[in-house]
Nanobody
Framework: QVQLVESGGGLVQAGGSLRLSCPAS????????MCWYRQTPGKQRELVAT???????TYADSVKGRFTIFRDNAKNTVYLQMNSLKPEDTAVYYC????????????????WGQGTQVTVSS
């Protein structure tokens, strides 16, 4: 029904930057919140940043001032600009989106991407 595909991950040195992208495609009437999460082995998935359709944004304390989330509503795409990267930012990054599939459905369902690896070397 709905597919999200993250891209832009990779290997970068500490202090470097990466931009992640996540377009949503498929049967989409509208999208409310879009989020970025990250996960390292043995740990719970951590919410990194959230942006609503109207542009309200929240960040995890650990990334404030370094990461920027933004979206293009016309393209159903969310981005994560990551600057001043640290080794502790190393993780698999996932996007998700709260999607209303049809006008008549009246509810939002959450869909996830498959993740993209970000590795920051010291």
């Amino acid at each position: 029904q709905v597919q999200l595909v993250e891209s832009g991950g990779g290997l970068v040195q500490a202090g470097g930057s990466l931009r992640l992208s996540c377009p949503a495609s498929g049967s989409i009437f509208s999208i409310n919140a879009m989020c970025w999460y990250r996960q390292t082995p043995g740990k719970q998935r951590e919410l990194v940043a959230t942006i609503t359709y109207g542009g309200s944004i929240t960040y995890a304390d650990s990334v404030k001032g370094r990461f920027t989330i933004f979206r293009d509503n016309a393209k159903n795409t969310v981005y994560l600009q990551m600057n001043s990267l640290k080794p502790e930012d190393t993780a698999v990054y996932y996007c998700n989106a709260d999607v209303r599939l049809t006008y008549s459905s009246g509810i939002y369902q959450t869909f996830w991407g498959q993740g993209t690896q970000v590795t920051v070397s010291s």
